[in-house]
């Protein structure tokens, strides 16, 4: 069965502290995609990253770097330099390569607070 | 592009009456997908299509119906309004195209409150 855990459901930091999101994902197939999605207050949902499970790299986009281990199975994504325009919930995904229609499973969130 | 479009974007029912939450977009991709968000939890899928014509269950169809005539057009109707129907719900889309699965585009939302 698939599944993805967040297991923290609020972080509260100071504005230019470091902070990461746990991801912790549960598949039985070999290939497969993880996302993570940025909902800001306004509502909509912001593509952030996709990476299949061949592709252990870790990738950084300015502030943001994503860390993949599959001997944990977590996903987890780092925002360096936190800044009050990161506030928002923070959704990672799961994808099995074959199921029919890209179907996501969606953990329950994240949601983050930066302070000034 | 406009991309995903939902209307409307709030709207407040009566217990037992249906409503039509429309969505489409211009993207030319052939997957859509409803989901409803409830508070604190992430995202669940009602139904999802893969093409005009075909339409298949997610986690939580119960209550809701789709139809897909079109390539562009992905309606989610809820024929008989109950309190636990009250949500958030996003329509996306994605494309089969191009190598592995690819991410969701999403629209801006329908708030739904029934009362």
């Known amino acids: 069965a698939q599944k993805v855990t967040q297991a923290q459901t609020e972080i509260s930091v100071v504005e230019k502290e470091d902070v990461t999101l746990d991801c912790v994902y549960e598949t039985r197939d070999t290939t497969y995609y993880l996302f993570w999605y940025k909902q800001p207050p306004s509502g909509e949902l912001v593509f952030l990253i996709r990476?299949?499970?061949?592709?252990?790299q870790n990738e950084i986009s300015g502030r943001y770097s994503w860390n993949f281990q599959k001997s944990t199975s977590s996903f987890n994504f780092t925002i360096t330099a936190s800044q009050v325009v990161d506030s928002a919930v923070y959704f990672c995904?799961?994808?099995?390569?074959?199921?029919?229609?890209?179907?996501?499973?969606f953990g329950q969130g994240t949601e983050l607070s930066v302070k000034p | 592009n406009a991309g995903v479009t939902q209307t409307p974007k709030f709207r407040i029912l009566k217990i037992g009456q249906s409503m039509t939450l429309q969505c489409t977009q211009d993207?030319?991709?052939?997957?859509m997908y409803w989901y409803r968000q409830d508070p604190g939890m992430g995202l669940k899928l009602i139904y999802y299509s893969v093409g005009a014509g075909i339409t298949d269950k997610g986690e939580v169809p119960n209550g809701y119906n789709v139809s897909r005539s079109t390539t562009e057009d992905f309606p989610l109707r809820l024929e008989l309004a109950a309190p636990s129907q009250t949500s958030v719900y996003f329509c996306?889309?994605?494309?089969?195209?191009?190598?592995?699965?690819?991410?969701?585009?999403f629209g801006d939302g329908t708030r739904l409150s029934i009362l």
């Open positions: 990476r299949n499970s061949f592709d252990e």
């Open positions: 996306a889309s994605s494309s089969p195209r191009g190598q592995g699965i690819q991410p969701q585009h």
């Open positions: 995904a799961l994808s099995e390569a074959n199921n029919q229609g890209g179907k996501l499973i």
């Open positions: 993207m030319n991709h052939n997957y």
